[in-house]
């Protein structure tokens, strides 16, 4: 039987990086994943999905090439090779974390982990192997999430989820998208792109209900008119049958077929296999693990971090949270989870948001003021021929501390990094104001809108006079 300090399972975007920060403070440290390095994000989520999107938002850009003075006549894509970049970029990133984790001495073992005892784990490591016993001073959870399916979905090839899609080497000439959520939406995006006729049907009365209305609003009509996506809300997919000549639904009263139906129903999380019970834990009531603001479960020498313990399913939070469990676990002073958090959005066009919206302040009481800027009226914008969308600053209305931002435009997942570190600082509207940004960039609006919500805009209209 195998001793380690700290034992950590699963290998994603929060468990890796426990294992690295771990070691690097002197633990001996196993880690324990049962499919590839790197987790969802890395080998079916985020990186597969935002290099088929690079691709194909290329491609729409060279079909527009036109507007620029350019010309692009006839052009054309390969699917199968953008899959097969897209593999590749997914392999060397995925040797990366190998080289990462051995040159910090962690031991990495391939197997199914589950809980003997407390600080006992087993991990079985398939037909034909030996079982390993581990025995753990702290262990950290990092399972994830993986995709919902539910039952009433029919079971064909036909019908597949985000990580079944990411599989396909040929594209359907069209296709129904269940769920108009973050990942509904940016698959539909990128289907349209490519030419691929896709219909969003969303059970809520919009897309995407976690961000505020305008900039739902924005999204939703760039998506109808300019990708020429329909958006069916407020409506149930029913009745659906599936076979080899495509697959059908009833939304409302109108009959639905495509070539294929992509389910993005959200995500659930992965504890099925890890034998929780022997180690004095259970799911709360929504499947997921409960934890306190440094990461302990109600078990002391049990961590868990990332999508299997709910809140934003997010890979960089999930970093974050394995970095602080790390760190806590190893007996370093304790510290908290971060609190502002990015979101960041890659549709088209794209959208980020930290901190607190318009919509969350409202159903908090909170007094609120903002300001906005059009990417319309900014010089990089129009220069590289992408005028849409805007910036949006909340802050407080008495002290004009930045509470919140949100973008949706150009490159809007790159410039709120900017407004995560204003926020997080603790800043001003004044103060964002006043910091010089280079000129021509995207990065201006956030200055330029901070001008606006402290009454002073240089470049869009003054506020009016009170008569």
Not at 20 to 26: D, E, F, S, T
Not at 57 to 66: T, Y
Not at 133 to 146: N, W
Not at 398 to 425: F, K, M, S
Request: aromatic share 4%; proline share 4%.
């Amino acid at each position: 039987m195998a001793a380690f300090d700290i034992v950590v399972i699963g290998a994603g975007p929060g468990g890796y990086p426990a294992a690295i920060r771990a070691a690097q403070l002197g633990a001996s440290v196993a880690l324990v994943e049962r499919e590839e390095l790197g987790g969802t994000c890395l080998n079916w989520g985020c990186i597969p999905t935002k290099t088929l999107i690079a691709s194909s938002e290329l491609f729409a850009r060279i079909k527009s090439a036109g507007t620029m003075g350019l010309r692009a006549d006839n052009a054309s894509f390969d699917y199968g090779a953008m899959a097969d970049r897209k593999d590749q970029v997914v392999q060397k990133l995925r040797n990366g974390v190998k080289q990462l984790l051995k040159a910090n001495g962690v031991t990495v073992l391939q197997g199914t982990a589950s809980f003997q005892g407390r600080n006992r784990i087993e991990v079985d490591r398939g037909a034909g192997s030996e079982a390993s016993l581990l025995t753990a001073g702290k262990t950290i959870i990092a399972t994830g999430a993986t995709s919902a399916m539910p039952g009433f979905l029919p079971r064909h090839e036909r019908v597949v989820e985000s990580r079944g899609f990411l599989g396909l080497r040929d594209l359907p000439a069209s296709a129904l998208v269940l769920g108009g959520g973050i990942i509904g939406c940016e698959f539909a995006c990128m289907l349209a792109q490519l030419g691929v006729q896709v219909t969003v049907v969303e059970l809520l009365e919009d897309i995407i209900a976690v961000v505020d209305p305008d900039v739902r609003r924005e999204l939703r009509r760039h998506m109808e008119k300019s990708l020429g996506i329909r958006i069916l809300t407020g409506v149930t997919l029913e009745d659906i049958t599936a076979d080899d000549r495509g697959v059908r639904g009833r939304a409302g009263q109108e009959m639905l077929e495509a070539e294929l139906l992509l389910v993005a129903l959200g995500r659930k999380p992965v504890t099925q296999s890890l034998k929780l019970e022997n180690a004095g834990l259970a799911p709360n009531e929504r499947g997921f693990l409960s934890v306190d603001a440094y990461g302990r479960t109600n078990v002391a020498t049990i961590y868990a971090i990332g999508d299997v313990i709910g809140g934003p399913l997010l890979a960089h939070v999930a970093t974050s949270q394995g970095l602080v469990a790390a760190e806590n676990a190893c007996g370093r002073y304790l510290h908290k989870n971060e609190t502002v958090i990015p979101n960041c959005i890659f549709t088209t066009p794209e959208i980020g948001t930290v901190g607190l919206g318009e919509q969350e302040a409202q159903q908090q009481g909170r007094k609120i003021k903002t300001g906005k800027y059009l990417f319309g009226a900014l010089g990089k914008a129009l220069a590289i021929g992408e005028p849409f969308g805007f910036v949006k600053w909340v802050a407080d209305a008495e002290t004009n501390q930045l509470l919140g931002a949100h973008a949706v435009g150009p490159h809007a997942t790159d410039i709120i990094a900017e407004a995560a570190v204003a926020i997080r600082a603790e800043l001003t509207a004044a103060d964002l104001a006043h910091t010089i940004h280079a000129h021509p960039t995207l990065a201006e609006a956030w200055m330029e809108a901070a001008h606006a919500l402290i009454g002073e805009p240089i470049h869009s209209a003054p506020p009016r006079k009170a008569s």
